[in-house]
C-alpha cells in the first residue's frame, strides 16, 4: 500500500508543480549556493494529461477498493489500469509495473473466484514486461504453484530462471539468482521427502539405495553446498541439507556444515545456528561438555537456557555452580519467564546446593547487588503475591523462601501479604 501511495504522489506532483514552479524557482535562485549546471529555469514542467488523469482516478479506485475489501471492484478496474505500461511520455514504466505485478497477485488472493490460471496469467504478462523484476516474479509464482501442490510445475518455473541472464550481472541481480537457486534446491529436498514418503509405506523399503531417489539427493545437496559458501541466514536450507545428510549417514559432513553456520565470522550472528548444532550434537549422544559451549552463546529469554543451567548444575565445578545462578537469575530479568515454575525450582535447587559452600552468601549477594532496586518490583509484590495464590500456588511456595536469600535486607511485600492471607 506504501508503493500505491507513493505512486498516487508522484502523479499529484504533476498537478502541484504547474502551480507552483514559478514560485519554488526563484525562491531556489535566492536560497540555494549550490552551482547548477546547464538548468534552463524557463523549461516547461511535464503536465497531467487526460490519459494520466484517468489512470490516476483508475489508482485511486482501486486503492480505495482495496482499503475497503472489495475485491471484485478493485479487478474491475485493474483490468483498465495495466494500459499505464504502454504509456511512454511519463519517464521509465518501472515503478508501474511493479505496481501493478503486486496489485493484482493482492487481489487474486483475496478474490474468492480467483484460479490458478488467473495467477499464471498475471505472472507470465508481468515477467515478459520488463527484466527488472523478473527472477522474484519468477519466485513468487512459483511459491504459489508450491502453495497448490504444483511442485514439478513450481521447480520447472525455478530451473527457467535459473538459467536466466540479462546483460552484465549486478550485486542484486547475483542474490536473487542465489536465492532462486537454494529455493529450486529446496524443492528437490521436498521432493526427496515425498517419495521417502512413499517409498517407506511400500514393502520394498530400501529407500536409501534407490538411485533415482539418490538422485534429488544429490542435485540438491550440490546447489545446497554451494549456496551455503554465501554468508546469510539460510535456516530452512541448512535443515533440509541436514536432515538429508544424516539420513545417508554422513555425520561428519553434517557437522561440518552446522559448526561452519555458528562459528564463521563471514555470516551475520544467528542464534538458530547455535540451536541447529546443539539439537544435532544431542541427537548424536555427544559429551554434555560440548553440549554447554554451544549453549552458553544463546540470550537468557532462549528456551534452552533452562537446559543449559541444568548442565551447569550437575557439573562438579563450584564456578559452573555460581554461573548457574547468573543464568537462572538472568533468566528471570525477562517477563516470559517470570512466572515459570521450572525456573524458580531451578533457582531453588542451584540455592541448596549453593548453600553447602562456606562463601554462598557473598555469591548470592554479588548476584543480586545490581538487582536489590528493581527485582523486588518485578516479583515480590502484592500483585505478584495474589496472582500467584490464586494462579499457580505451588509457584508461591517455591517463590517466597527464596525472598529472604535473594533480598536479605528488604521487607517484601510479598512475604507480608502470605502472613496476613495464612498463606
Given at each position: 500500500?506504501?508503493?500505491?501511495?507513493?505512486e498516487?504522489l508522484?502523479?499529484?506532483?504533476?498537478?502541484?508543480?504547474?502551480?507552483?514552479?514559478?514560485?519554488?524557482?526563484s525562491?531556489?535562485?535566492?536560497?540555494?549556493?549550490?552551482?547548477?549546471?546547464?538548468?534552463?529555469?524557463?523549461?516547461?514542467?511535464?503536465?497531467?494529461?487526460?490519459?494520466?488523469?484517468?489512470?490516476?482516478?483508475?489508482?485511486?479506485?482501486?486503492?480505495?477498493?482495496?482499503?475497503?475489501?472489495?475485491?471484485?471492484?478493485?479487478?474491475?478496474?485493474?483490468?483498465?489500469?495495466?494500459?499505464?505500461?504502454?504509456?511512454?511520455?511519463?519517464?521509465?514504466?518501472?515503478?508501474?509495473?511493479?505496481?501493478?505485478?503486486?496489485?493484482?497477485?493482492?487481489?487474486?488472493?483475496?478474490?474468492?473466484?480467483?484460479?490458478?490460471?488467473?495467477?499464471?496469467?498475471?505472472?507470465?504478462?508481468?515477467?515478459?514486461?520488463?527484466?527488472?523484476?523478473y527472477?522474484m516474479?519468477?519466485?513468487?509464482?512459483?511459491?504459489?504453484?508450491?502453495?497448490?501442490?504444483?511442485?514439478?510445475?513450481?521447480?520447472?518455473?525455478?530451473?527457467?530462471?535459473?538459467?536466466?541472464r540479462?546483460?552484465?550481472?549486478?550485486a542484486?541481480q547475483?542474490?536473487?539468482?542465489?536465492?532462486?537457486?537454494?529455493?529450486?534446491?529446496?524443492?528437490?529436498?521436498?521432493?526427496?521427502?515425498?517419495?521417502?514418503f512413499?517409498?517407506?509405506?511400500?514393502?520394498?523399503?530400501?529407500?536409501?539405495?534407490?538411485q533415482?531417489?539418490?538422485?534429488?539427493?544429490?542435485?540438491?545437496?550440490?546447489?545446497?553446498?554451494?549456496?551455503?559458501?554465501?554468508?546469510?541466514?539460510?535456516?530452512?536450507?541448512?535443515?533440509?541439507?541436514?536432515?538429508?545428510?544424516?539420513?545417508?549417514?554422513?555425520?561428519?559432513?553434517?557437522?561440518?556444515?552446522?559448526?561452519?553456520?555458528?562459528?564463521d565470522?563471514?555470516?551475520?550472528?544467528?542464534?538458530?545456528?547455535?540451536?541447529?548444532?546443539?539439537?544435532?550434537?544431542?541427537?548424536?549422544?555427544?559429551?554434555?561438555?560440548?553440549?554447554?559451549k554451544?549453549?552458553?552463546?544463546?540470550?537468557?529469554s532462549?528456551?534452552?537456557?533452562?537446559?543449559?543451567?541444568?548442565?551447569?548444575?550437575?557439573?562438579?565445578?563450584?564456578?559452573?555452580?555460581?554461573?548457574?545462578?547468573?543464568?537462572?537469575?538472568?533468566?528471570?530479568?525477562?517477563?516470559?519467564?517470570?512466572?515459570?515454575l521450572?525456573?524458580?525450582?531451578?533457582?531453588?535447587?542451584?540455592?541448596?546446593?549453593?548453600?553447602?559452600?562456606?562463601?554462598?552468601?557473598?555469591?548470592?549477594?554479588?548476584?543480586?547487588?545490581?538487582?536489590?532496586?528493581?527485582?523486588?518490583?518485578?516479583?515480590?509484590?502484592?500483585?505478584?503475591?495474589?496472582?500467584?495464590?490464586?494462579?499457580?500456588?505451588?509457584l508461591?511456595?517455591?517463590?517466597?523462601?527464596?525472598?529472604?536469600?535473594?533480598?536479605?535486607?528488604?521487607?517484601?511485600?510479598?512475604?507480608?501479604?502470605?502472613?496476613?492471607?495464612?498463606?
Amino acid at each position: 500500500m506504501d508503493d500505491l501511495d507513493r505512486e498516487l504522489l508522484a502523479v499529484k506532483d504533476l498537478e502541484d508543480d504547474n502551480d507552483s514552479f514559478d514560485d519554488n524557482s526563484s525562491k531556489a535562485s535566492t536560497k540555494s549556493k549550490l552551482p547548477l549546471v546547464n538548468l534552463d529555469m524557463h523549461a516547461e514542467p511535464p503536465r497531467e494529461t487526460g490519459f494520466h488523469r484517468s489512470t490516476r482516478v483508475c489508482l485511486e479506485h482501486i486503492r480505495d477498493a482495496l482499503l475497503h475489501h472489495r475485491w471484485q471492484e478493485a479487478a474491475e478496474y485493474m483490468a483498465c489500469y495495466p494500459q499505464m505500461l504502454e504509456d511512454t511520455t511519463n519517464g521509465p514504466a518501472q515503478s508501474y509495473k511493479e505496481l501493478t505485478w503486486r496489485i493484482s497477485a493482492e487481489i487474486l488472493h483475496h478474490h474468492p473466484k480467483s484460479k490458478l490460471e488467473d495467477y499464471n496469467n498475471i505472472y507470465e504478462r508481468m515477467k515478459h514486461s520488463g527484466v527488472r523484476h523478473y527472477l522474484m516474479i519468477c519466485l513468487e509464482h512459483s511459491f504459489h504453484l508450491l502453495l497448490n501442490g504444483h511442485i514439478e510445475e513450481a521447480k520447472r518455473q525455478l530451473s527457467v530462471s535459473e538459467s536466466w541472464r540479462y546483460g552484465k550481472e549486478s550485486a542484486a541481480q547475483f542474490q536473487r539468482a542465489k536465492l532462486i537457486q537454494a529455493y529450486r534446491s529446496l524443492l528437490d529436498y521436498i521432493i526427496w521427502c515425498d517419495k521417502k514418503f512413499t517409498h517407506s509405506s511400500t514393502e520394498h523399503s530400501d529407500f536409501a539405495d534407490n538411485q533415482d531417489i539418490r538422485n534429488y539427493f544429490r542435485t540438491a545437496s550440490v546447489n545446497l553446498k554451494e549456496i551455503l559458501k554465501n554468508p546469510g541466514v539460510w535456516d530452512p536450507f541448512i535443515l533440509s541439507y541436514v536432515e538429508m545428510l544424516e539420513f545417508y549417514e554422513d555425520q561428519e559432513e553434517a557437522l561440518k556444515v552446522l559448526n561452519d553456520y555458528a562459528y564463521d565470522n563471514s555470516f551475520p550472528p544467528n542464534p538458530n545456528a547455535h540451536v541447529y548444532l546443539y539439537q544435532y550434537l544431542k541427537r548424536c549422544d555427544t559429551a554434555e561438555k560440548k553440549l554447554m559451549k554451544v549453549l552458553h552463546v544463546l540470550v537468557p529469554s532462549h528456551e534452552l537456557m533452562l537446559e543449559y543451567s541444568s548442565f551447569l548444575l550437575q557439573s562438579e565445578k563450584s564456578s559452573d555452580l555460581q554461573k548457574a545462578l547468573g543464568v537462572v537469575l538472568e533468566m528471570l530479568d525477562f517477563a516470559c519467564w517470570r512466572s515459570n515454575l521450572d525456573v524458580w525450582k531451578r533457582l531453588e535447587a542451584i540455592i541448596q546446593k549453593l548453600q553447602l559452600e562456606k562463601d554462598w552468601k557473598d555469591v548470592v549477594f554479588t548476584k543480586m547487588a545490581d538487582r536489590q532496586g528493581w527485582w523486588p518490583a518485578l516479583h515480590f509484590t502484592n500483585f505478584h503475591a495474589s496472582k500467584d495464590s490464586e494462579e499457580n500456588p505451588e509457584l508461591m511456595q517455591v517463590k517466597a523462601p527464596l525472598t529472604k536469600t535473594l533480598c536479605p535486607d528488604l521487607t517484601l511485600k510479598y512475604t507480608d501479604w502470605q502472613a496476613i492471607n495464612g498463606k
